[in-house]
């Protein structure tokens, strides 16, 4: 029961767990959550239409997966909605990726400095 509640806390981004992640989970679990994390953040909707834009390359959005995106992300106009997703899956990948880079490093100099 506490697996089923830290997965629902994930995906829905608050964030809520009964244990501790980093102790409590195996890597498989720890990485189960970490991508109900970022599907949560993204929008399964959202998700589902990058995933099929990435894999059947003659598929245009209809205009019902267009206004259901809209109204998921927010966006103004409808025009512009498959490009704030792309952008924003764009900024969030490289920013996930510059922060593993930084604290990968500040844990490889924090090692040498203990040993």
Aim: hydrophobic share 55%.
């Amino acid at each position: 029961m506490p697996a089923l509640f830290t997965a629902s806390s994930a995906f829905s981004d608050t964030g809520l767990t009964v244990k501790s992640t980093a102790n409590d989970f195996t890597f498989f679990g720890q990485f189960i959550i970490l991508i109900l994390i970022k599907f949560g953040g993204i929008g399964l909707i959202t998700v589902k239409l990058a995933i099929l834009s990435l894999f059947v390359f003659n598929r245009h959005t209809s205009l019902r997966e267009r206004l259901l995106m809209q109204g998921e992300r927010g966006s103004n106009k409808l025009g512009t909605t498959i490009d704030v997703l792309k952008i924003g899956i764009i900024v969030m990948t490289i920013t996930e990726f510059l922060g593993a880079i930084v604290l990968f490093l500040y844990w490889l100099f924090s090692l040498y400095v203990l040993f």
